[in-house]
Structure formats: C-alpha cells, structure tokens
C-alpha cells in the first residue's frame, strides 16, 4: 500500500475540492480493499450516486469516502439531512471511509466505519440555508462519530501505519451480528456498548447501571432500563465483545 496521492492526477485541475476528490478516490481504488471480504480493488460508483462511492464486485459492499487534512474531528460535515437519514433506514446503506492526510499529500489515517454502527441517531441536522442562498431551504446534516463504539471505527491505516489486513477484516467481520438488528434494538446494544467504552477493561454491573439515568432520559417510555441493560449484556457476551468473569463482573474483549 503507498500512502502517498498521485499529485499527478491533479494538474488539470484548480480547485482544491476537485483536486482532493480527484487523489483521495484514485488512491482508494488503487490502494482500498474491501473490509469484509478482503477483495481488491473496489469500484466507483458512476457519478450521482447519492451517498455510495465504492462498491465491492465480490461481496457487494457499498462505501462513501470522506476526505480531510490534517486530524479527523468528531463531527464530520455530510451532504443532504434527508437523504441521508432515509439511505441509513434502507437496506443498503453504505460503509463509511474516513481518510486524513498531511501538507505532502500522505495518509495519515484511513478507517472505515461499517454501516451497522449507522443509526439515525448519529445524523445531526443542520439548519436549513438562508433564504438569499443558492438553494434556500436546504438541509445538511453532520455524523457524530463521539456515538460510535471505538469497537465501530476499524483502522486500515493509523498514523501512517498500514494495519495488518486478515485483522481489519476480523474487526469488521465480528460486529456484523449488529446487522441482524432491529434499528431499535441496535440503538440499545451501541448505547450500553457506549456506556462500557468509558469503563476500565475490568468492569462491573454496577458500574454500567451508573448510566441508566443517561438511558432513561434517551427511552422515556421503558421503565425497565436495567433490565434492558443486563439484557444488552448478555447480547455483547454472547458475540464475544466482553466477557463474564464472575457474579456482576466483566472484562472486555476488545
């Protein structure tokens, strides 16, 4: 894999946006591969395909790429609110590519994000353009990727280090239970995931119950949310993301 973009494929070009599009896409499909299923090299979409830019032949996995200097933020700027929201709600909904480069035009970081750690929940929406703008009204939205599980963010390439790719797609492989999920349901299993991420990697019951407040304020008509986080432990232990040591006691497994 080179880290390096082809500066090359740039010089008939002036702006910057077109210039970064032109070398962040050409490096993907001369240097990405497939998550899931390990497959090179991944295709484009044709131009106007409203969220996805790459898909794989042999597993057919759909990606969108976002592309931006320097470190990747918590809030990433994304196109149409609705559009969005209703591709998330559909079958087939894309992966996401986060990819941050330096001054020299070198990958820094290239992680996806698989679409099964997606739920309406992280869209953020932004408020509808001026009335004197182009396209007055219009809605954008933002991902907040502070809401996706550090489990969620799978690293192809971290600070210029190219990660091992049977491991990446071990990562990606082991979530894809989240797939088989009810919206509702996984919006439960990534809410107490969540909760465990801010704990050590030995945790206990109790700890986790420390944030039923937080999830009784997000589920206002369930009056057992205890319960439903056992549950939601049981789910995770199930699927080999954490661990029962002992009576109230875990440990993770990532």
């Given at each position: 894999?080179?880290?390096?973009?082809?500066?090359?494929?740039?010089?008939?070009?002036?702006?910057?946006?077109?210039?970064?599009?032109?070398?962040?896409?050409?490096?993907?499909t001369?240097?990405?591969?497939?998550?899931?299923?390990?497959?090179?090299?991944l295709?484009?979409?044709a131009?106007?395909?409203?969220?996805?830019?790459?898909?794989?032949?042999?597993c057919?996995?759909?990606?969108?790429?976002?592309?931006?200097?320097?470190k990747?933020?918590?809030?990433?700027?994304?196109?149409?609110?609705?559009?969005?929201?209703?591709?998330?709600?559909?079958?087939?909904?894309?992966?996401?590519?986060?990819?941050?480069?330096?001054?020299?035009?070198?990958?820094?970081?290239?992680?996806?994000?698989?679409?099964?750690?997606?739920?309406?929940?992280i869209?953020?929406?932004?408020?509808?353009l001026?009335?004197?703008?182009?396209?007055?009204?219009?809605?954008?939205?933002?991902?907040?990727?502070?809401?996706?599980?550090?489990s969620?963010?799978?690293?192809?390439?971290?600070?210029?280090?190219?990660?091992?790719?049977?491991?990446?797609?071990?990562?990606?492989?082991?979530?894809?239970?989240?797939?088989?999920?009810?919206?509702?349901?996984?919006?439960?299993?990534?809410?107490?995931?969540?909760?465990?991420?801010?704990?050590?990697?030995?945790?206990?019951?109790?700890?986790v119950?420390?944030?039923?407040d937080?999830?009784?304020l997000?589920?206002?008509?369930?009056?057992?949310?205890?319960?439903?986080?056992?549950q939601?432990?049981?789910?995770?232990?199930?699927?080999?993301?954490?661990?029962?040591?002992?009576?109230?006691?875990?440990?993770?497994?990532?």
């Open positions: 894999m080179n880290l390096y973009f082809d500066q090359r494929l740039a010089k008939n070009y002036h702006s910057k946006s077109q210039i970064i599009r032109v070398l962040s896409e050409t490096w993907v001369e240097n990405g591969y497939c998550p899931n299923c390990s497959e090179q090299p295709t484009e979409f131009n106007g395909q409203p969220v996805a830019d790459f898909y794989c032949a042999h057919n996995e759909q990606y969108e790429l976002k592309s931006k200097k320097a990747l933020s918590n809030i990433v700027n994304d196109g149409a609110y609705k559009t969005m929201v209703e591709r998330i709600n559909s079958k087939d909904n894309p992966s996401f590519f986060f990819l941050t480069y330096s001054k020299a035009y070198a990958v820094n970081n290239f992680l996806i994000i698989p679409k099964q750690f997606f739920t309406p929940d869209i953020m929406k932004r408020k509808p001026s009335v004197t703008a182009k396209r007055a009204g219009w809605v954008g939205c933002n991902i907040d990727l502070r809401k996706v599980p550090e969620g963010k799978v690293f192809l390439v971290k600070d210029q280090k190219i990660i091992d790719k049977e491991s990446v797609t071990q990562q990606f492989q082991k979530t894809l239970f989240l797939r088989t999920q009810s919206i509702e349901s996984r919006g439960w299993t990534l809410d107490v995931w969540q909760c465990i991420d801010r704990l050590d990697a030995h945790f206990s019951l109790n700890q119950y420390a944030s039923a937080e999830l009784q997000k589920y206002p008509e369930n009056n057992h949310v205890k319960d439903k986080i056992r939601q432990l049981q789910v995770l232990r199930d699927k080999g993301i954490i661990e029962f040591v002992s009576r109230g006691r875990y440990r993770k497994l990532y």
